[in-house]
C-alpha cells in the first residue's frame, strides 16, 4: 500500500523558520496538500496543488516539490502554528487517498 | 458560508451499528463529491469512503468494505454514513468532507467539526 513520510515531530522558536517534509514515490507525478489541525479542532487545508495558498492562509505558510519529497515551510513561525500538519496525496493511480502520519510543530 | 455539521455519533457496542449524518449548507451540495475521514484517538487521518455527486459511484477503504455504507440525499443537502458490525478500532472522530476534483488527484476542502464514535463494551 502506498505510504507518505513524514517526521513525527519539528520544535522552532517563534520567528524561526520550520520545515516538515512528506516523502512518496508518486509525488513527482500528484500534488500534495498541506492540513493544520489544531488541537480539538477539524483539519485545515493550508496549501494546495504543492505549492498554492487558499485565501486567508498567511503569507508565511508555503509549500514546494522536489522529487519525491514536499516539503511544508512556515517563515517566521508564530506561536499560534503550533499545531499537527499532515500531508495527502493519491498513489500513481489516484484512486488511493493517503495522509501522511502527521507532524508535530512546536513553537516556543 | 460553507458549513458541514455531523450529527449521530456516540458510544455503540461491537457488532452494533449507527448512522451517521452531514447536513451541508453554503454551497451547491449536488455538484460535489463528498468524503467520509476518520481520526482514531491520538493518532493520524484515514479517508474512509466518498460519494460520487449523484450517487451513482462509492468507494471505500478495504477496513470498512462490507460494512460500512456511504449513501447521500441531494433533495436534502445531506451525507450519510451507515456504519454496521462496528468494532473496536472503528472508534474515531469522523469528519464529512468536500471533495474537489482536480486533475491529477483530488482534495479535502472544507471539513465538518466532526462526530465522535466509540466502540465499546
Known amino acids: 500500500s502506498y505510504e507518505l513520510t513524514q517526521p513525527p515531530s519539528v520544535s522552532v522558536s517563534p520567528g524561526q523558520t520550520a520545515r516538515i517534509t512528506c516523502s512518496g514515490d508518486a509525488l513527482p507525478k500528484k500534488y500534495a496538500y498541506w492540513y493544520q489541525q489544531k488541537s480539538g479542532q477539524a483539519p485545515v487545508l493550508v496549501i494546495y496543488?504543492?505549492?498554492k495558498r487558499p485565501s486567508g492562509i498567511p503569507e508565511r505558510f508555503s509549500g514546494s516539490i522536489s522529487g519525491t519529497m514536499a516539503t511544508l515551510t512556515i517563515s517566521g513561525a508564530q506561536v499560534e502554528d503550533e499545531a499537527d500538519y499532515y500531508c495527502y496525496s493519491t498513489d500513481s493511480s489516484g484512486d488511493h487517498r493517503v495522509f501522511g502520519g502527521g507532524t508535530k510543530l512546536t513553537v516556543l | 458560508e460553507v458549513q458541514l455539521v455531523e450529527s449521530g455519533g456516540g458510544l455503540v457496542q461491537p457488532g452494533g451499528s449507527l448512522r451517521l449524518s452531514c447536513a451541508a449548507s453554503g454551497f451547491t451540495f449536488s455538484r460535489y463529491w463528498m468524503s467520509w475521514v476518520r481520526q482514531a484517538p491520538g493518532k493520524g487521518l484515514e479517508w474512509v469512503a466518498n460519494?460520487?455527486?449523484?450517487?451513482?459511484?462509492?468507494y471505500y477503504v478495504d477496513s470498512v468494505k462490507g460494512r460500512f455504507t456511504i449513501s447521500r440525499d441531494n433533495a436534502k443537502n445531506s451525507l450519510y454514513l451507515q456504519m454496521n458490525s462496528l468494532r473496536a478500532e472503528d472508534t474515531a472522530i469522523y469528519y464529512c468532507a468536500v471533495e474537489i476534483t482536480m486533475i491529477p488527484n483530488n482534495y479535502f476542502d472544507p471539513w465538518g467539526q466532526g462526530t465522535l464514535v466509540t466502540v465499546s463494551s
Open positions: 460519494i460520487k455527486q449523484d450517487g451513482s459511484e462509492t
Open positions: 496543488e504543492d505549492s
